[in-house]
């Protein structure tokens, strides 16, 4: 992502914020997974959308119209020793030369200086319960402001949480972020390549979530999300994470895998046959839950409001349940009532973008959003019959499938940024069979 981006992001969030006002985004903290041992270091999704920097330790703190500069980034000192162990710094002046920041300073200093930036300020935007120990640093900062007001230092009137605006901006895509997240899904959908090359009668779970694992971090990738790799009855468990079984000759296997690119997730889900052909009723509800996916993608246009995708899925899983006397009655009753429930208990997607369940509101008040263009939702349709499901007869057990895309809302048609990875049936076996 080029500099020039942030900027923009930052203008425009300024814009909105108007002035006397401050906005403060603190960088995600680095988190501990026991004794000295950390684990990977990924940026608060915030505070880099609006700062590219990507070291812990960091303030942001945006001030519109402030004539000394409407942008401050507090950061780690330069510190030789330090670096010589966890590699180097920006410090405040690479964050000025380097960063964009019209003004940096130590994080060490940040309790002399950022009361000082407070004062002049009459509402402050930031977002409460996400980083505690910084909640706390905030209102110790404002309660030392108040105690000096009657010696006539000014304090801010109000706290307004920052969230509304910036997940707002998020949710819709601007061209250079839906270039990474094509380009996202396109290493995502070469994993998911692989992985049906791969799996065969005798391997393991495990096995295929290091093909996955190394188609991405070999494109400088890594997991938006802990894989899911299940096999057989294991396909029916909506976040299984074990991935430990073997795969066994005439199971499914549902593969939901995405990855993060420059800080942009993809999102996909595959089914597939492990011997590389489809049982007669493995093909049966796989195409069901293709029909309800190809229909639910085509409602994914500007004007179309959030639900209409899953409305559209749940009609055709509904209907294909139906035919395949898994359901009895009559689809409009069955619809009200819910009666795909037992197979289908998911939602049909979600936001899409630097957070794999993406940021952003579904409803504008009591009604659900219309769709826009540069919005990005996933479409996951699913059908689950574990072992033991009462309602359906023992030979249709152990198969659960799932079909989850990408999906861009453009001016015209849905864009699906996922399709580098077959989802037709015969396709898949061809795939499969071929060297
Ligand atoms: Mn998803």
């Given at each position: 992502?080029?500099?020039e981006?942030?900027?923009?992001?930052r203008?425009q969030?300024?814009?909105?914020?108007?002035?006397?006002t401050?906005?403060?985004v603190?960088?995600?903290?680095?988190?501990?997974?026991?004794?000295?041992?950390?684990?990977?270091?990924?940026?608060?999704?915030?505070?880099?959308?609006?700062?590219?920097?990507?070291?812990?330790?960091?303030v942001?703190?945006l001030?519109?119209?402030?004539p000394?500069g409407?942008?401050?980034?507090?950061?780690?000192?330069?510190?030789?020793?330090r670096?010589?162990?966890?590699?180097?710094?920006a410090?405040?002046?690479?964050?000025?030369?380097r960063?964009?920041?019209?003004?940096?300073?130590?994080?060490?200093?940040?309790?002399?200086?950022?009361?000082?930036l407070?004062?002049?300020?009459?509402?402050?935007?930031?977002?409460?319960?996400?980083?505690?120990?910084?909640?706390?640093?905030?209102?110790?900062?404002?309660?030392?402001l108040?105690?000096?007001?009657?010696?006539?230092?000014?304090?801010?009137?109000?706290?307004?949480?920052?969230?509304?605006?910036l997940h707002d901006?998020?949710?819709?895509?601007?061209s250079?972020?839906?270039?990474?997240?094509?380009?996202?899904?396109?290493?995502?959908?070469?994993?998911?390549?692989?992985?049906?090359?791969?799996?065969?009668?005798?391997?393991h779970?495990?096995?295929?979530?290091?093909?996955?694992l190394?188609?991405?971090h070999?494109?400088?990738?890594?997991?938006?999300?802990?894989?899911?790799?299940?096999?057989?009855a294991?396909?029916c468990?909506?976040?299984?994470?074990?991935?430990?079984?073997?795969?066994?000759?005439?199971?499914?296997?549902l593969?939901?895998?995405?990855?993060?690119?420059?800080?942009?997730?993809?999102?996909?889900?595959?089914?597939?046959?492990?011997?590389?052909?489809?049982?007669?009723?493995q093909?049966?509800?796989y195409?069901?839950?293709?029909?309800?996916q190809?229909?639910?993608?085509?409602k994914?246009?500007?004007g179309?409001h959030w639900?209409?995708?899953?409305?559209a899925?749940?009609?055709?899983?509904?209907?294909?349940?139906?035919?395949l006397?898994?359901?009895?009655?009559k689809l409009?009753?069955?619809?009200?009532?819910?009666?795909?429930?037992p197979?289908f208990?998911?939602?049909?997607?979600?936001?899409?973008?630097?957070?794999?369940?993406?940021?952003?509101?579904?409803?504008?008040?009591?009604?659900?959003?219309?769709?826009?263009?540069g919005?990005?939702?996933?479409?996951?349709?699913?059908?689950?019959?574990?072992?033991?499901?009462?309602?359906?007869?023992?030979?249709?057990?152990?198969?659960g499938?799932?079909?989850?895309?990408?999906?861009?809302?453009?001016k015209?048609?849905?864009?699906?940024i996922?399709?580098?990875?077959p989802?037709?049936?015969?396709?898949?076996?061809?795939?499969?069979?071929?060297?």
């Amino acid at each position: 992502m080029k500099k020039e981006e942030f900027t923009r992001r930052r203008r425009q969030l300024m814009r909105m914020l108007g002035k006397d006002t401050i906005a403060i985004v603190p960088a995600a903290p680095v988190r501990h997974r026991n004794s000295d041992v950390e684990y990977a270091y990924r940026q608060d999704s915030n505070f880099y959308y609006l700062t590219g920097f990507d070291e812990p330790e960091a303030v942001a703190v945006l001030m519109p119209g402030r004539p000394q500069g409407e942008y401050v980034l507090f950061v780690r000192d330069r510190d030789p020793v330090r670096e010589a162990w966890d590699g180097s710094r920006a410090g405040p002046e690479g964050a000025v030369a380097r960063h964009g920041a019209d003004d940096a300073f130590p994080v060490a200093d940040i309790d002399e200086i950022l009361p000082g930036l407070l004062e002049r300020c009459s509402s402050v935007h930031y977002t409460m319960g996400i980083h505690p120990d910084f909640d706390q640093r905030i209102i110790g900062w404002v309660n030392g402001l108040r105690a000096q007001a009657k010696h006539g230092l000014h304090t801010p009137q109000e706290f307004v949480a920052l969230d509304h605006l910036l997940h707002d901006m998020r949710v819709y895509k601007s061209s250079p972020e839906l270039d990474t997240l094509r380009r996202s899904a396109t290493i995502a959908a070469g994993a998911h390549r692989r992985a049906m090359k791969f799996a065969a009668p005798g391997r393991h779970e495990y096995e295929v979530m290091a093909e996955i694992l190394h188609e991405f971090h070999r494109h400088k990738a890594d997991i938006s999300y802990h894989p899911i790799v299940g096999g057989g009855a294991n396909s029916c468990v909506l976040h299984y994470r074990a991935n430990s079984a073997r795969l066994e000759d005439g199971d499914l296997l549902l593969i939901d895998a995405g990855c993060e690119y420059d800080y942009y997730a993809s999102d996909i889900t595959r089914t597939f046959p492990i011997n590389g052909r489809f049982s007669e009723r493995q093909r049966a509800i796989y195409e069901v839950v293709l029909e309800a996916q190809q229909a639910a993608i085509d409602k994914v246009r500007p004007g179309n409001h959030w639900n209409e995708p899953h409305e559209a899925a749940v009609k055709a899983v509904t209907q294909g349940l139906l035919r395949l006397g898994l359901l009895k009655g009559k689809l409009p009753k069955l619809i009200k009532d819910e009666a795909y429930k037992p197979f289908f208990m998911h939602r049909s997607g979600h936001w899409l973008g630097m957070d794999v369940h993406d940021v952003g509101e579904y409803k504008v008040g009591e009604d659900w959003r219309l769709l826009e263009p540069g919005m990005v939702t996933t479409i996951e349709p699913g059908i689950y019959i574990p072992p033991g499901t009462k309602i359906a007869p023992r030979d249709w057990w152990g198969i659960g499938v799932r079909i989850e895309d990408d999906v861009v809302v453009t001016k015209g048609d849905p864009e699906v940024i996922s399709g580098g990875v077959p989802t037709d049936p015969d396709e898949i076996e061809r795939f499969m069979q071929s060297a």
